[in-house]
């Protein structure tokens, strides 16, 4: 099980030469699944003394021991996130997540100084508790009277999004091109009209942690927007849904050797609708079932690579990628522009409103014409009842992910 996330760079620069006090996973806080049964990597982190003076500094504003880092780059995961999943894996080969760095884009996600009024940080449209969506149709930026042009996007697995472009549309090449577009965007964050990256990194170099955490994730202090990026990838990266109550009950099930992988088994603890909403979504409409699953894979849920649009409107030509399904019930609006807002409208969407244009996938069609699906109500509520599985507790309230800013 070679997995790209377990060699674990050493992007501390400094810590290499010195003796390396070795930890267990977890590090500060961090929750683990408890359905694993994989092995863990002990995370190297450099001897106490190291870093004393920094921990000082920077322990005027953050939850954080340098000392102690959070199991960011190899966290315990269910035996089916195997080999089987490196293919969709969008990390860089040469760019494993790393502890410090992704320590670093912790900060970076949850500081509102990276809008140009203290307003507005990542984490503001993208609530760990909703998943990282947001409670509004369209997101309030920096100046509190500017709204997003769609909706915010759950980023839960991200990282197995196998083309690795971001947004709705993909018009971001990869999740380090999507990072510094809100931050220099002019209502999201607002640097574009506010002396870009540049006047951004000013202040960050005025704001006494930044350096330390550059230095401690660099090597150098030097604050750069590749780095800005860098580090918010590493961060969002880890972000892996992997403890819903979907995840523990395929954990008991799962078998490497079984057709499918054992992802049609009856999965123990599901209730009779869940496991009906399940074999609908997993079967293809010619086999009597729903075919969410040709697009929606398991068991990631992200949006398969060659996913064309799902016929919201009638003549679309916008090729949309949907973000993963796992706690898609925290969401409270779905689809880019949050144009339903439960998932009985969703499944309903399916069953019989798909339109047809140049985009539409041809999954969702039946001969040349969109799908009628002709679901009984029962099927129906089967389906929201199967999304609601999904929910995944644990990255809504893993320390890993939440706010390090004392105040
Ligand atoms: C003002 C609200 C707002 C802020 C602030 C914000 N985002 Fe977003 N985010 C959105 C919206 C809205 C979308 C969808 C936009 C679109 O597709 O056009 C989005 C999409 C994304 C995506 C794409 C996910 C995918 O699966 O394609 C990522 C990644 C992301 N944001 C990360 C960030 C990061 C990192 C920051 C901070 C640097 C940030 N966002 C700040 C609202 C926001
Ligand atoms: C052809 C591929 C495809 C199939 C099949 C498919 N979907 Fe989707 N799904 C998408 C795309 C693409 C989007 C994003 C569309 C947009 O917002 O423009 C999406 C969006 C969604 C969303 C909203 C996600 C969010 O964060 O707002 C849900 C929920 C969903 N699909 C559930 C289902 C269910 C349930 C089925 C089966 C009945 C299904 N899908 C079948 C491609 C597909």
């Known amino acids: 099980m070679a997995m790209i996330w377990r060699h674990r760079g050493f992007a501390a620069a400094g810590t290499l030469a010195l003796a390396f006090a070795l930890t267990g996973c977890g590090g500060d806080g961090s929750a683990t699944p408890t359905n694993t049964n994989t092995t863990q990597t002990p995370t190297p982190t450099p001897p106490a003394s190291t870093n004393a003076a920094d921990n000082a500094v920077i322990q005027q504003f953050l939850r954080l021991d340098l000392n102690s880092l959070a199991n960011y780059a190899a966290p315990a995961l269910p035996a089916y996130y195997d080999s089987t999943l490196d293919s969709l894996d969008n990390t860089p080969a040469n760019d494993p997540v790393d502890d410090a760095i992704a320590t670093l884009g912790q900060v970076l996600f949850f500081d509102k100084a990276l809008s140009v009024n203290n307003t507005t940080s ?35 697995n991200i990282r197995y999004y196998q083309p690795g472009e971001m947004f709705w549309d993909r018009r971001a090449a990869s999740v380090e091109d999507q990072a510094t577009q809100p931050i220099l965007n002019p209502v999201e964050m607002g640097w574009q009209d506010s002396g870009g990256i540049p006047a951004l990194i000013a202040k960050m170099q005025g704001l006494n942690y930044y350096p330390v955490l550059f230095r401690f994730a660099y090597g150098d202090e030097a604050i750069t927007e590749a780095r800005i990026e860098r580090a918010l990838a590493h961060f969002e990266r880890a972000m892996i849904s992997a403890d819903s109550r979907w995840d523990r009950a395929y954990a008991q099930v799962f078998n490497p050797n079984a057709p499918n992988r054992a992802l049609n088994a009856a999965f123990p603890g599901f209730t009779t609708s869940e496991e009906r909403g399940k074999q609908l979504f997993m079967t293809p409409p010619n086999a009597g079932g729903a075919g969410c699953a040709a697009c929606h894979v398991p068991p990631t849920f992200t949006l398969a690579a060659n996913s064309r649009s799902n016929g919201l409107d009638a003549g679309e030509t916008t090729v949309f990628k949907a973000p993963s399904l796992k706690s898609v019930s925290r969401s409270q609006f779905f689809m880019h522009d949050g144009r339903f807002t439960s998932l009985e409208q969703v499944v309903s ?23 009628q699906l002709n679901l009984s109500a029962a099927d129906q509520q089967a389906l929201v009842d199967f999304l609601l599985t999904l929910d995944d507790a644990t990255l809504a309230s893993d320390t890993r992910f939440s706010d390090p800013f004392i105040n």
């Open 349 to 371: 969407f399916y069953n019989s409103g798909v339109q047809d244009g140049p985009a539409l996938d041809n999954r969702l069609r039946q001969g040349n014409a969109p799908q």
């Open 122 to 156: 990542c984490a503001t449209c993208h609530q760990q508790a909703l998943g990282f969506d947001d409670n509004e149709q369209f997101s309030t930026g920096f100046s509190g009277s500017a709204f997003t042009a769609a909706h915010a996007m759950r980023l839960g």
